[in-house]
């Protein structure tokens, strides 16, 4: 059965990538795209909220990162997580963390 975050991808890239889920629809594979990439954004949060962020704050980096910004057409979404993408992803949380602190003082 598919997650709710991955039918929430599916009608975000319906909206904004349509061709894009034509191609996954005609070979099959987006439903098991969009669980996929669901399934990163739920480690992903998993882990940002380990690190000491909300939970909105964590969602919101997650889904941009695997869910509303969808790869590249000659990318797949088990090459997203790249150590690029990881130092992205700790430069963006560091940064909401550091707003935090500021906005508590």
Do not use: C, F
Request: charge should be negative; hydrophobic fraction near 35%; charged fraction near 30%.
């Amino acid at each position: 059965m598919i997650s709710e975050m991955a039918l929430r991808a599916i009608r975000h890239w319906t909206e904004h990538r349509p061709q894009w889920v034509e191609e996954l629809k005609e070979a099959g594979r987006l439903e098991e795209v969009a669980q996929s990439a669901a399934d990163q954004a739920t480690v992903e949060i998993d882990s940002l909220m380990a690190s000491g962020l909300q939970r909105h704050e964590a969602e919101e980096i997650a889904m941009n990162q695997y869910i509303t910004t969808p790869p590249t057409d000659d990318q797949d979404w088990e090459m997203l997580e790249t150590e690029e993408d990881r130092q992205r992803q700790a430069g963006y949380a560091e940064t909401i963390r550091a707003t935090r602190v500021q906005t508590d003082q």
